[in-house]
């Protein structure tokens, strides 16, 4: 097994659109039901929602790699991204890192993914760790 970066053809993957036509219909009409039901939440619902769906991506991304992480910890510390009011003494560095890497990602999606981005992520997620000789690189 190879992992992504280490094909010969990283970041620059190619693939058959054919074959994903009838997901990706699917996915746009069940994106449409959802954004019309979104427009109509509040804007505190919408802020909560924003954090609870990104928070919940953080955590299973982190259970993947076998990192379970606090999930007050880690909706605060998104709160705090966004510039909502939170307790900022129950934020743990791992569940901030995450945080930073996921407003980023929330933020700059559209962005092309590069080494650079990659190296600004691990830094975000690892910069806590003092056991590593190489973060961000």
Known sequence: MKWNWQQKD???FSYDTTKLLELEQQLLHQSGILFGAYKHLT???KEWLKVELI???ALKTSEIEGEYLDRSSLQSSIRRYFGLQ???SKIKPEEN???ALMID???TYNTALSH???YDWHSKLLGHRNDLEYIGC
Do not use: C, F, R
Request: negative net charge; without cysteine; proline residues 5%.
């Open 116 to 118: 650079e981005k990659l």
């Open 43 to 45: 804007s505190e619902d």
């Open 10 to 12: 990283w970041p620059s």
């Open 97 to 99: 890192g995450i945080a």
């Open 105 to 107: 990602l929330y933020k």
């Open 86 to 88: 939170v307790d900022t």
């Open 55 to 57: 928070s919940n991506e």
